[in-house]
């Protein structure tokens, strides 16, 4: 048994098999790292590992070794997730640090910040990993995650090296910090969107969440080895300007708002035009003027911090404006799927208020319906906050099924119905079932109004009971429409 002071571990087991954290998955002469999860103990699996071929373990401190066989290798680390993450990187010999890598986190936006700068940076040879999945050139590789485990996130950078990518926009989760899947992965840049509520049934607290949320910064961005990093960080939000003022002095902090007028990057004026909407952004004494097909408040947000990154990244002012107007969206993102007809993913209270405030300010004189639920075995909270915010600013609300999960349905709408102010009582419709939900909606929408259906976006199922059952709300509007027309 080799004891480790640190979780530096790849040169004892690099002659060895792949590093593995799941014992399904192990090959021959295999390393199997023991992680304790939110759910399961690894240490429970070291004999399955062991049987598939396991030709080594690692593990943290108190690991029972008795039933091991004495030809399987030991290793004690400090912190095993660490460990498993920075072999992984090593294993794949550190695509990371031959990448432009920027990192996006923050509760809302990282998505349409990924997919923008894609667009921005298209002849430039870029690549994205984020919630809807990884684009490097002509591919597309799915994901349920967020940000990919440890080795299959290292596996992706290395092939983008491989296809001649320069730079990759990496959405990272909080969930992905809390558990270390980006340790060992080298940021030359960070973008901090926003935070509000989210995870609370994983981070407990919003205090624990921002820490988490971060780390980023503090913990990957500055004491990453790369050259002239910087960050790009909204100042508009209260979580934002506390990374601010801690980060500034030890690093180039690269400003947005579209309030404040001292930031860097600050939107001067929005106005409504043929095209879109003209932007007219402020930096450094200039104005410069951007058209987007978007619109929002909360799109302008995103804008600005694909802007601020790109000009501070050295990208010519004609090309980032070129991107940024041929940006239609992120796939479910505030997407139009008829003419008076949008879905959006968001599942937060603050999520779902900036995309109704925003149809409802694009479109003054339209009443809006909207149809929404709440993810089962998540923060229970929310849900009571988004039948609060719905009430406030929709004018009709449809309460529907999300994925339940291992959840009663029925219990996740009655959490929803509880928010909605009494005397909006009368404009909320439950309907459980969210294919029927969204037949009724569509079939009902009155000429000149507007429907969002929120929660799933560009999601292709629905979670039932461990089960996952194909489910589209594009699809569904669709065939309605057909029905309709």
């Known amino acids: 048994m080799y004891i480790s002071k640190n979780n530096q571990i790849f040169k004892k087991i690099k002659n060895l098999g792949v590093p593995c954290n799941n014992s399904k998955n192990i090959k021959k002469t295999g390393v199997f790292f023991v992680i304790k999860g939110e759910k399961t103990d690894g240490s429970y699996y070291i004999k ?44 794949s010999s550190n695509p990371s640090a031959k990448l432009d890598i920027c990192g996006i986190t923050g509760t809302n936006g990282k998505t349409s910040i990924a997919y ?73 840049s960070a973008i901090f969107t926003n935070m509000s509520r989210d995870h609370l049934d994983f981070h407990k607290t919003m205090n624990k969440y921002y820490k988490t949320k971060s780390k980023l910064f503090f913990d990957h961005l500055v004491n990453s080895n790369k050259k002239n990093r910087i960050a790009v960080i909204n100042l508009d939000d209260r979580y934002g ?9 030890k690093i180039k902090t690269i400003t947005y708002s579209i309030t404040d007028i001292r930031a860097d990057f600050y939107l001067k004026e929005a106005k409504n035009n043929k095209f879109g909407t003209n932007l007219i952004i402020k930096n450094m004494k200039k104005d410069y003027a951007v058209d987007t097909k978007l619109f929002g408040n909360y ?5 600005l911090a694909a802007f601020a990154f790109s000009k501070t990244k050295g990208l010519p002012i004609r090309t980032i404006c070129k991107g940024i107007k041929e940006f239609n969206g992120a796939p479910g993102r505030l997407e139009k799927i008829y003419k008076n007809i949008f879905i959006d993913y968001a599942h937060t209270p603050d999520a779902l208020k900036k995309s109704i405030v925003s149809l409802k300010q694009n479109f003054p004189d ?37 994925n339940p999960r291992y959840e009663n349905p029925k219990d996740i709408l009655k959490g929803i119905v509880l928010g909605v102010k009494i005397k909006d009582k009368q404009k909320v419709k439950v309907i459980q079932n969210r294919r029927k939900a969204i037949k009724f909606a569509v079939e009902n929408l009155e000429a000149g109004n507007q429907l969002l259906i929120t929660g799933k976006g560009h999601e292709e199922y629905q979670d039932i009971k461990g089960k996952k059952y194909k489910f589209s709300d594009k699809v569904e509007i669709k065939k309605c429409l057909k029905k309709c027309f």
């Not at 030991?74 to 090593?90: N, Q, R, T």
């Not at 300007?241 to 002095?249: C, F, G, H, P, T």
């Not at 799109?299 to 804008?303: A, D, L, S």
């Open 116 to 188: 923008m700068l894609k667009e921005i940076w298209k002849d430039k040879g870029s690549g994205l990993i984020g919630t809807i999945g990884s684009i490097y050139g002509s591919k597309r590789v799915q994901s349920e995650l967020t940000t990919p485990d440890a080795y299959e996130l290292n596996k992706l950078l290395k092939q983008m090296k491989s296809e001649a990518v320069k730079r990759v926009f990496l959405e990272v989760s909080s969930h992905s910090l809390q558990l270390s899947r980006v340790e060992g992965i080298s940021f030359n």
């Open 241 to 249: 300007r506390k990374i601010i003022d801690e980060l500034k002095s």
């Open 48 to 91: 399955d590992a062991i049987k598939k071929g396991a030709s080594a373990i690692v593990a943290e401190k108190g690991l029972d070794i008795g039933n091991i066989p004495k030809e399987v290798l030991i290793y004690i680390v400090p912190d095993c997730k660490k460990a498993y993450s920075l072999a992984c990187s090593e294993s």
């Open 299 to 303: 799109n302008f947000e995103n804008i």
């Open 366 to 402: 339209q009443k809006l319906t909207v149809l929404f639920g709440c993810g089962g075995d998540r923060d229970k909270g929310k849900r009571y906050e988004m039948g609060r915010v719905s009430s406030m600013e929709a004018d009709k609300i449809i309460v529907t099924s999300d």
